[in-house]
């Protein structure tokens, strides 16, 4: 071993592989947004209704999907969530190691849970019926954005 490089001490060695366990499972999550973003947006553009999505008049991603808040300017909330959450992959996987993704990814995360929020409030307002797709999907972000929190954590204690 080289005398002039810095060993890493115990703690940050820790710190960077609990991070990196923390962006895989990020990583894996964002997955599963876009593929449950691409069933919603399937749902958008589909003619027929889905047997495993309407469930009642309470419960149905038809209604949801199909809905005037299903776009926004012209663009389907679905497509949105498709590359949100394809950011948020990109961010996890191949950009993990720059010094100014933890914030980054804390910023995107924040920010896709802002707008599922606003669309859990449009569903439970203003349509008073419930995605079951869009539900996971709030989920998911709000369980991203929690670990995005907890990296920045990290990083800023580190």
Same mark, same amino acid.
């Given at each position: 071993?080289?005398?002039?490089?810095?060993?890493?001490?115990?703690?940050?060695?820790? &710190?960077r592989r609990g991070n990196r366990v923390l962006f895989v499972v990020i990583a &894996? /999550?964002? /997955? !599963?947004?876009? &593929?449950?973003? =691409? =069933?919603? /947006?399937?749902?958008?553009?589909?003619?027929?209704? #889905? !047997?495993f999505c309407d469930i009642s008049e309470k419960f149905s991603c038809d209604i949801v999907n199909r809905s005037e808040w299903s776009? &926004?300017?012209?663009?389907?909330?679905?497509?949105?969530?498709i590359a949100g959450y394809g950011l948020l992959f990109v961010l996890s996987t191949f950009r993990n190691l720059r010094s100014e993704t933890p914030n980054r990814l =804390?910023? !995107?995360? /924040? !920010?896709?849970? +802002?707008f599922a929020l606003y669309l859990t409030y449009i569903e439970a307002y203003? =349509? #008073?019926?419930? +995605?079951?797709? +869009?539900l996971a999907s709030l989920v998911l972000i709000f369980l991203i954005s929690l670990l995005a929190v907890v990296i920045r954590l990290r990083r800023a204690t580190a």
């Open positions: 071993m080289n005398d002039s490089q810095p060993v890493p001490s115990a703690p940050k060695t820790a &710190v &894996v /999550l964002s /997955l !599963a947004g876009v &593929v449950d973003s =691409l =069933l919603s /947006l399937q749902r958008h553009y589909a003619k027929s209704t #889905t !047997a776009t &926004v300017m012209g663009i389907p909330v679905a497509a949105i969530g =804390l910023i !995107a995360s /924040l !920010a896709g849970l +802002c203003e =349509l #008073t019926t419930w +995605c079951i797709l +869009c």
